[in-house]
C-alpha cells in the first residue's frame, strides 16, 4: 500500500534573515502523486525480505529516518523535489510491494525523471531493476553498480534481501536483455564460496573491500567507467553495510572492515556524471540500531549528492 507524504514530514530549520540561498531540503520538496521535477524520492518502507534473509529487522522505519536527515540539508543547485511518498509491505507481501514500487519506478523514469529510492531492506533491488526494465526500451543494456558487502545472489526458492541481483540477472536473460552487474565492496569475509562461483557463473564483476582504497581510485573509476561505456542505463545502488560499523552502525549486518565513504563518494561523481543515471536508491538503513544518526547523516549526504549531480548534468 502507498502511503502519501504530508507537509509535516519535512520539518527543519529556516534561517529567513539569510535570504533564499539559505534553502535546505525540507523547504525544496514537494508532495507529489507523480513525478514533475528531475528527481522524486520514493520510499520503500518494507524488511520483510530482510526476515526472509534471518537477518535483524528495523530497515521498515529506513524511509522515515532518511527524510529526518535530509530535512535540514542546505539545497544548492536543487530547485525542487518531488516526494511521491512510501510503498509499503504488510506483513509477508514483499512480492506485490515490489510490483507496486516497480511500477513508480516505471512511471517516474518515463516522465524523465530519476527516481531515488529510500530502503528498507535491499530487496528494495529487485524492484528498482525491474521499474527501470519496465521503461527501458527493448534491446537497450541495463549496467548495475551495487556498493555493497555482499553479492546479494543467493538461490533461495523465496526472494529476500540477498537475492536481488540473482533475480534480476535472471530475469535480463529471460527477457532477452543484456545486463551487467558489478558490486564493489565485496567482503570475502561476508559471502560463501558457492556465492563467488555463482557471481562467476553468471559473469558478475566485482572489487574486494580490501582493493577499494584511495591510492588505486584511478583503477577504480576505470571499472566504473568499463561499465558505463557497455551499457545505455545504470541503476545505482548502495547498501549502507558496505561502510564501516563505526561510520554506519544502523544496518542490518554491521561491517567488519568496510570501505571509506568519501571513496564511494567520488565513484558515485562518475557513475552520476555518466548521463545515464536512471534509477539510485539506499539501502539496509536500520534505524532500530543507528547511533547518533550516524547512518542515516551518511545516507542523506549520499542521497543529496546523486540529487545535486543529476541536476547538475541535466542544466
Not at 558487502?149 to 533461495?156: G, P
Not at 570475502?188 to 577499494?212: I, K, M, Q
Amino acid at each position: 500500500m502507498r502511503r502519501p507524504v504530508v507537509r509535516a514530514d519535512w520539518r527543519g530549520r529556516e534561517d529567513v534573515a539569510e535570504g533564499t540561498g539559505a534553502r535546505r531540503w525540507h523547504q525544496a520538496v514537494r508532495p507529489r502523486d507523480a513525478a514533475a521535477a528531475r528527481v522524486a524520492l520514493i520510499g520503500f518502507a518494507c524488511d520483510a525480505g530482510v526476515a526472509r534473509n534471518n537477518g535483524r529487522t528495523g530497515a521498515v522505519a529506513g524511509p522515515g529516518a532518511l527524510r529526518k536527515a535530509l530535512a535540514n540539508v542546505p539545497v544548492h543547485d536543487l530547485a525542487e523535489v518531488d516526494d511521491l511518498g512510501d510503498v509499503t509491505c504488510a506483513g509477508d507481501a514483499l512480492e506485490q510491494a515490489q510490483a507496486e514500487f516497480a511500477g513508480l519506478v516505471s512511471a517516474t523514469v518515463a516522465s524523465g525523471a530519476v527516481p531515488l529510492g529510500l530502503g528498507g531492506g535491499h530487496e528494495i533491488a529487485y524492484a528498482s531493476y525491474l521499474g527501470l526494465a519496465g521503461a527501458a526500451a527493448p534491446g537497450t543494456a541495463i549496467g548495475i553498480i551495487n556498493f555493497d558487502a555482499h553479492f546479494d545472489l543467493r538461490a533461495d526458492p523465496r526472494a529476500s534481501s540477498g537475492t536481488p541481483f540473482r533475480q534480476a540477472l535472471v530475469h535480463a536473460a529471460a527477457s532477452g536483455r543484456r545486463a551487467e552487474y558489478l558490486c564493489i565492496g565485496v567482503s570475502r569475509f561476508a559471502n560463501t564460496a558457492a556465492l563467488y562461483e555463482r557471481a562467476r557463473s553468471l559473469g558478475v564483476r566485482w572489487v574486494p573491500d580490501e582493493d577499494v582504497r584511495a591510492d588505486r581510485f584511478d583503477a577504480l573509476r576505470d571499472e566504473v567507467s568499463d561499465l558505463l561505456s557497455r551499457v545505455d542505463h545504470l541503476y545505482l545502488t548502495i547498501c549502507l553495510d558496505v561502510f564501516p560499523a563505526a561510520v554506519a552502525p544502523g544496518v542490518s549486518a554491521p561491517a567488519a572492515l568496510g570501505v571509506d565513504p568519501a571513496l564511494v563518494e567520488r565513484l558515485v561523481d562518475v557513475a552520476v556524471g555518466s548521463g545515464k543515471l536512471r534509477v539510485a536508491d539506499l539501502a539496509e538503513l536500520n534505524p532500530k540500531f543507528d547511533i547518533d544518526s550516524r547512518t542515516a547523516r551518511l545516507g542523506a549526504r549520499l542521497l543529496a549528492r546523486i540529487a545535486e549531480g543529476v541536476v547538475q548534468r541535466r542544466s
